[in-house]
């Protein structure tokens, strides 16, 4: 199954049937939320959709996951936490918006829908929605991993919050910087070979990296802390402030720059 930093195990808790319904459920999530952004501008406004969206995309994975699902766990951004899930081994962890913000801008395509299933603890199906770009990554047909280019690395920030040290990451590597929207959307930039490094440190939850780390895992790609530990899922304290993602081939070069820029 998906590897991470080393680690690999489902314990015999997955069936295709998974993969295939996080695929299905995020792609249907992500139709409903463009269908619910032509209206913005005539029906409603920016900020009104960006609201609604957050809660009809959760209200159907929800609802959905509920039903497909019953005796699993689920985490969502949108939904009130409960400690049942920590008795849980199988734990749908979702982000029915992920980039609100673009999400509102009718000209952006950098957002996404995240579900993923975490399995004692690692994130072992995923599927992340970039319904702008009508697509769906997902575990259950993995894409081929990314090439290296003849080209500087390109290294992914946030198009509001770029941080110092992405900046002095890029240098370190001789690379660029490249502005993105969304957490999923950055993740899946790498998995596509549009980007080379996605790195965050700034403050995420399990439901920002839990999807995008299972594609990029399945993909080939190197996933983890900034300090290369493992990214584990279903924490009582969903809080998981730091991920990285790139490209299995540089992840040496890029885990000793993170030391020196940190």
Not at 130 to 144: F, I
Not at 148 to 156: E, K, Q, W
């Amino acid at each position: 199954m998906v590897e991470q930093s080393g680690h690999s195990s489902d314990h015999g808790l997955v069936a295709p049937v998974d993969h295939a319904e996080a695929a299905r459920l995020a792609g249907a999530a992500g139709r409903l939320l463009m269908e619910l952004r032509r209206g913005v501008g005539t029906e409603l406004s920016p900020e009104q959709a960006r609201h609604e969206g957050d809660r009809r995309s959760h209200e159907f994975l929800s609802r959905s996951i509920s039903e497909l699902f019953p005796e699993d766990g689920l985490l969502s951004e949108e939904g009130a936490d409960s400690a049942l899930r920590l008795g849980r081994r199988r734990v749908w962890v979702v982000d029915p918006l992920d980039g609100t913000r673009e999400f509102g801008e009718a000209e952006r395509t950098d957002w996404a829908v995240h579900v993923a299933l975490a399995v004692d603890g690692w994130a072992v199906v995923g599927a992340v929605a970039l319904p702008a770009r009508d697509m769906v990554l997902s575990t259950e047909l993995p894409p081929a991993p990314p090439a290296p280019v003849d080209r500087p690395l390109r290294v992914l920030v946030s198009r509001t919050r770029p941080p110092a040290s992405a900046e002095r990451l890029a240098a370190l590597l001789g690379g660029v910087t490249v502005p993105m929207g969304s957490a999923g959307a950055k993740a899946m930039a790498v998995v596509l070979g549009d980007a080379d490094v996605y790195f965050h440190a700034g403050g995420q939850y399990e439901w920002d990296s839990a999807a995008p780390v299972a594609v990029a895992a399945r993909a080939g790609l190197h996933v983890s802390r900034v300090d290369g530990s493992a990214l584990r899922y279903n924490q009582p304290n969903p809080w998981l402030p730091d991920l990285l993602v790139c490209r299995a081939d540089i992840a040496g070069e890029v885990l000793a720059a993170l030391q020196r820029c940190l």
